[in-house]
């Protein structure tokens, strides 16, 4: 069953059956450039545990992204909680493999995302964080109608700054 349906995306529940192809992005170190490190197979499982634990336990999670026209396994994208700046957020996270890149799959995606967040979960607000220097990740927010809140040290990548976007479901409520 699907969670979310775009014109070219489904966003459907993750599956352990995902691991190869999830586990394929997330060793590759130009798509994992921003986080810590790569991910091996067995983390990328974890992953997964984590993600449909999240479904379980909040409703929500990272959901397998799905090309329509070819019914192709792509990424993932979803609502996740972090941690930002020691307060538990509401955070849009994906996951995309490069050779969609630059076809703004991340931003269908993630829009969606957004919009089920406050139609479906209704909350007030809903964030991105990312690597100062992850400028891709930074436009896919500003296109998500999101705005630049701040920066502050990075946790996972010592002596570098992460930052946070965020859009109010007032915001929002604007531009529908």
Same mark, same amino acid.
């Given at each position: 069953?699907?969670? !979310?349906?775009?014109?070219?995306?489904?966003?459907?529940? @993750?599956?352990?059956?995902?691991?190869?192809?999830? %586990?394929?992005?997330?060793?590759? &170190?130009?798509?994992?450039?921003?986080?810590?490190? &790569?991910?091996?197979?067995?983390? &990328?499982?974890?992953?997964?545990?984590?993600?449909?634990?999240?479904?379980?336990?909040?409703?929500?999670? @990272?959901?397998?992204?799905? @090309? =329509?026209?070819?019914?192709?396994?792509?990424?993932?994208?979803?609502? &996740?909680?972090?941690?930002?700046?020691?307060?538990?957020?509401?955070?849009?996270?994906?996951?995309?493999?490069?050779?969609?890149?630059?076809?703004? !799959?991340?931003?269908?995606?993630?829009?969606?995302?957004?919009?089920?967040?406050?139609?479906?979960?209704?909350?007030?607000?809903?964030?991105?964080?990312?690597? !100062?220097?992850?400028?891709?990740?930074?436009?896919? %927010?500003?296109?998500?109608?999101?705005?630049?809140?701040?920066?502050? *040290?990075? =946790?996972?990548? *010592?002596?570098?700054?992460?930052?946070?976007?965020?859009?109010?479901?007032?915001?929002?409520?604007?531009?529908?």
């Amino acid at each position: 069953m699907n969670v !979310i349906e775009t014109k070219r995306i489904q966003l459907r529940k @993750l599956a352990l059956t995902d691991t190869d192809s999830l %586990a394929e992005i997330f060793a590759d &170190t130009e798509t994992m450039q921003y986080y810590s490190s &790569t991910k091996s197979r067995e983390q &990328t499982t974890q992953w997964i545990k984590w993600n449909i634990d999240n479904y379980a336990n909040h409703g929500f999670g @990272l959901w397998a992204v799905i @090309l =329509k026209q070819t019914n192709t396994f792509i990424g993932d994208c979803g609502i &996740t909680l972090q941690n930002i700046e020691n307060e538990i957020k509401h955070e849009i996270g994906y996951h995309i493999h490069k050779k969609h890149w630059n076809q703004n !799959i991340a931003t269908e995606s993630a829009i969606a995302c957004r919009d089920y967040a406050f139609e479906v979960l209704k909350l007030n607000e809903i964030f991105v964080k990312t690597n !100062i220097r992850n400028l891709a990740s930074r436009k896919v %927010a500003e296109k998500m109608g999101m705005t630049f809140r701040k920066t502050y *040290p990075s =946790k996972s990548r *010592p002596g570098e700054l992460s930052c946070f976007y965020s859009v109010t479901k007032e915001e929002w409520l604007k531009t529908v």
